[in-house]
T-cell receptor, first 111, second 112 residues
Framework: SQELEQSPQSLIVQEGKNLTINCTSS?????LYWYKQKYGEGLIFLMM?????EEKSHEKITAKLDEKKQQSSLHITASQPSHAGIYLCGAPLTGANNLFFGTGTRLTVIP | EADIYQTPRYLVIGTGKKITLECSQT?????MYWYQQDPGMELHLIHY???????EKGDLSSESTVSRIRTEHFPLTLESARPSHTSQYLC???????????FGSGTRLTVV
């Protein structure tokens, strides 16, 4: 969806390195979801951010929501091969509950 | 562990055939969705349902149809498959906005 742009589109990092993925919306964000997808699989819910300035962490993954910038970032600390996959952000950009999804970021972690 | 199931996982079918992709969930969610995923990565909503006997078309035009006769079941049908229908189809359900979607493992469809 062009309403949600992710950057970078792909990322290759050495194991142990930190990385950040960004998701920028062209519309007001009323909440944002981060998902991870292994190749050929369904999406796995990572975390949801509801309020501006909110920050959540799960294991080595931290996500933040900046409502003013209409942007969210996903930060992985000390990346591992298990972090490899496609990361997608999703947001309800209309009044409905339906999620629009970002353009995706393909992460490769080299051992 | 998954509470939402899609079958088949992979399907190769000839042009012109009728196919139904199955999606079932055991969580009692009212809302269910079908997404089509590009070979790239983007997901596009093609159908959704907010409950039994309620179905709507999504943002991406699709020649498929859906039905919702039971809460747990949301099948997608293509009356006449074409090569342009080749894609990954993902089914999801949710309880509401406060909770993220739960996705099935997807069906990878190839029409030859």
């Amino acid at each position: 969806s062009q309403e949600l742009e992710q950057s970078p589109q792909s990322l290759i990092v050495q194991e142990g390195k930190n990385l950040t993925i960004n998701c920028t919306s062209s519309k007001t964000l009323y909440g944002l979801y981060w998902y991870k997808q292994k190749y050929g699989e369904g999406l796995i819910f990572l975390m949801m951010l509801q309020k501006g300035g909110e920050e959540k962490s799960h294991e080595k993954i931290t996500a933040k929501l900046d409502e003013k910038k209409q942007q969210s970032s996903l930060h992985i600390t000390a990346s591992q091969p298990s972090h490899a996959g496609i990361y997608l952000c999703g947001a309800p950009l209309t009044g409905a509950n339906n999620l629009f999804f970002g353009t995706g970021t393909r992460l490769t972690v080299i051992p | 562990e998954a509470d939402i199931y899609q079958t088949p996982r992979y399907l190769v079918i000839g042009t012109g055939k009728k196919i139904t992709l199955e999606c079932s969930q055991t969580m009692g969610h009212d809302k269910m969705y079908w997404y089509q995923q590009d070979p790239g990565m983007e997901l596009h909503l093609i159908h959704y349902s907010y409950g039994v006997n309620s179905t709507e078309k999504g943002d991406l035009s699709s020649e498929s149809t859906v039905s919702r006769i039971r809460t747990e079941h949301f099948p997608l049908t293509l009356e006449s498959a074409r090569p342009s229908h080749t894609s990954q189809y993902l089914c999801a359900s949710s309880e509401g906005r406060a909770i993220g979607y739960t996705f099935g493992s997807g069906t990878r469809l190839t029409v030859v």
